[in-house]
């Protein structure tokens, strides 16, 4: 609903700021006043209540000001630039890669010398994990931040990543960073502040005088790491007060609340938008507000949040999508998107966790029953926003997936999860994989899975064997599931060493800042020389990398791979085949993949369904044509293939 006096404020405010609105500010003066309404409304749901609620509403409206006026010239083109695409992020010309910095190449200063790397690959998309300021042993891979704007000397400094993202940007490519916004380090400077007794900074925390409200909330909230951090609650001995650590106790949970929280938080967001971050990588949003008497995870209010975030950026920063890392069941995470007014308006982005935990599962099984029952919440996701989709990425594979999933697979939930985690972490006869079993629960036995994607797919074991066969099967295990991540829709992003096939990493058990998280197997240091092998023909190294390489330059050459929420599940003729068709305009491709370890036959009519019947089919793959009902009775699918195909009439 437009607001005359809100428009009139906007005016004032930004006449008193000499902005130009009817020529060179126009663009940002018509996106503030397009967006006030819901800014103010979001706002107010949150902090009407607040004492300071007039005061602060004051400094935010200056602070998407001063974010836009702050913005360099060049982020400013490329925001142009961006909303002239209309949502530039689906594009099936993206590729991703998420790395740890130091352990990739040791630096920044190092990184802006591998960027050919990237480019050979045909990775135009750098996911750099947490890159500022965290205490040595107390970090949680970079997640306890103790200060926001300060890159850690193990990395380089502030300039060196200005000068990494002026690189990238002149080789047309994008960078993608992560906030933490539900915590600090203890040795923040607020939290410093809070432990010699300053009140202002003990609000910026959820922080108690005893046990009382802290057993209360301990009494619906679930435990993140039950091994390593039991419990919500950290006691204080500097302030004699409880502090909220639902993650480690060194990560003290921020109190949003406080408006001034936001605010700050805000001003971050800002500050990284104007460094040049294409993708900004929220951690943990659905932790980030509290109620007494709930689990604490995926609140209105944490929507509404991410709601008032989007809104602001969008305003003053509008190159910048936000990614919210929600690993939440697949119901939950589609109200990331937005929901009602906010439908697509909230986090540009989500991980698609589930889809990536449902190819393990079908890969453990031989079966994609399950995979496929749970497509008919995952396919709701509106148009304009995008997955990050993935095989393999820093953190465990979780099994969160919906039972009922399982059920209607045919299978017993618990049974089936505790075949998935004996599977994976080698404890069933002949199974190949080579993983481990992360935050085991004592109490439920829930367990979640570490180990590098060439361990998991049994490359490890094979290579300890010198079996040849079982070689060659892994590799074609690994680059199935790659295909599945590029061809589904979204962003794919690879996590750094799949590219070569590197194992689990030993080297974190005499480390004793890491040796407590097994997480560490699949964070491999980089071996520069392993990574040239890539140019020996024949070797494992080289395999795996041209052929990620030309699945890559597959999706690249198909337009209808963007994400146009354009994504429709074939039925699943043979268990072991999931397959799924792609129609965007004119264009059509199935894809196909078989998680057996055994060839498998597909009926022609699986292609039949969907309308228009074509008479032969192009697979991108291995650029054969099949004739339908022609050439062959099945398409036969052998061992862990995979098959992009096209109809012919259509590609020619």
């Not at 059509?588 to 032969?616: C, D, M």
Request: with cysteine.
């Amino acid at each position: 609903m437009y607001q005359k006096n809100l428009h009139n404020k906007i005016v004032e405010l930004l006449q008193q700021q000499s902005l130009d609105i009817s020529k060179k500010d126009s663009a940002f003066f018509a996106r503030f006043i397009a967006n006030a309404t819901a800014i103010e409304s979001l706002y107010l749901q949150l902090y009407a209540q607040h004492p300071q609620c007039d005061i602060i509403w004051q400094q935010l409206m200056q602070l998407i000001i001063t974010a836009y006026q702050q913005r360099p010239q060049p982020f400013l083109e490329r925001d142009t630039k961006k909303l002239q695409q209309e949502h530039w992020f689906l594009s099936n010309q993206l590729a991703g890669m998420s790395l740890y910095v130091d352990r990739f190449c040791g630096n920044l200063q190092n990184l802006q010398n591998k960027l050919d790397y990237f480019t050979e690959l045909g990775v135009n998309v750098l996911h750099l994990m947490p890159l500022f300021e965290s205490p040595l042993h107390e970090s949680d891979g970079g997640y306890a931040v103790s200060n926001f704007r300060k890159v850690d000397e193990r990395f380089g400094t502030l300039k060196d990543l200005q000068q990494l993202q002026q690189k990238m940007q002149k080789q047309e490519m994008y960078v993608m960073l992560d906030i933490v916004l539900n915590h600090t380090s203890h040795k923040h400077e607020w939290a410093e502040k809070a432990k010699q007794g300053d009140e202002k900074y003990q609000h910026f925390y959820y922080m108690f005088n005893d046990r009382h409200i802290p057993d209360q909330y301990d009494a619906s909230m679930p435990e993140i790491f039950p091994e390593s951090a039991p419990g919500n609650f950290t006691y204080v001995p500097e302030c004699n007060k409880w502090v909220m650590t639902v993650f480690h106790q060194y990560q003290w949970d921020l109190n949003y609340r406080n408006p001034e929280v936001f605010m700050v938080m805000l001003d971050n967001i800002f500050f990284y938008a104007n460094l040049g971050v294409d993708i900004l990588r929220i951690d943990a949003p659905a932790f980030i507000w509290k109620e007494i008497g709930t689990t604490c995870q995926n609140l209105p209010q944490a929507h509404a949040l991410l709601q008032l975030i989007k809104c602001c950026v969008e305003v003053a920063t509008p190159g910048m999508a936000l990614l919210g890392e929600a690993i939440v069941a697949p119901k939950k995470i589609m109200q990331y998107f937005g929901t009602g007014l906010f439908i697509a308006h909230e986090c540009d982005f989500a991980y698609n966790a589930t889809q990536m935990a449902l190819q393990w599962d079908a890969l453990a099984t031989q079966d994609v029953r399950v995979m496929l029952a749970a497509q008919e919440d995952l396919v709701k996701k509106p148009f304009g926003t995008s997955w990050i989709t993935y095989t393999r990425c820093h953190d465990d594979i979780g099994l969160g997936y919906e039972d009922n999933s399982i059920r209607k697979a045919g299978f017993n939930p618990y049974e089936h999860r505790r075949y998935l985690k004996n599977y994976y972490s080698g404890n069933i006869e002949g199974s190949p994989a080579r993983g481990a079993l992360f935050s085991v629960n004592p109490k439920t036995q829930d367990a979640r899975i570490s180990g590098s994607l060439a361990s998991l797919c049994g490359l490890e074991a094979a290579l300890a064997n010198q079996n040849a066969a079982a070689i060659e099967e892994s590799i074609a295990k690994i680059l199935m599931m790659q295909a599945q991540t590029f061809f589904l829709g979204g962003l794919p992003m690879l996590f750094y060493g799949d590219e070569v096939g590197y194992t689990n990493d030993y080297s974190y058990l005499h480390d004793p800042g890491k040796s407590y998280d097994n997480r560490w197997m699949h964070r491999p240091l980089i071996d520069w020389t392993k990574n040239e092998k890539r140019k020996t023909a024949g070797s494992i190294e080289h395999q795996i990398f041209t052929q990620t390489q030309q699945l890559l330059q597959i999706r690249k050459k198909l337009p209808v791979l963007s994400d146009y929420s354009n994504i429709i599940w074939l039925t699943p003729h043979n268990i072991h085949v999931a397959g799924f068709m792609r129609a965007y305009g004119n264009q059509r491709v199935y894809a196909l993949f078989n998680y057996s370890n055994k060839a498998s036959y597909l009926t022609w009519y699986t292609f039949k369904e969907h309308g228009h019947i074509p008479k032969q089919l192009f697979n991108h793959i291995n650029q054969q044509v099949y004739t339908i009902g022609a050439d062959y009775e099945y398409l036969i699918l052998p061992p862990y293939d995979i098959f992009l195909l096209e109809p012919y009439e259509e590609k020619q």
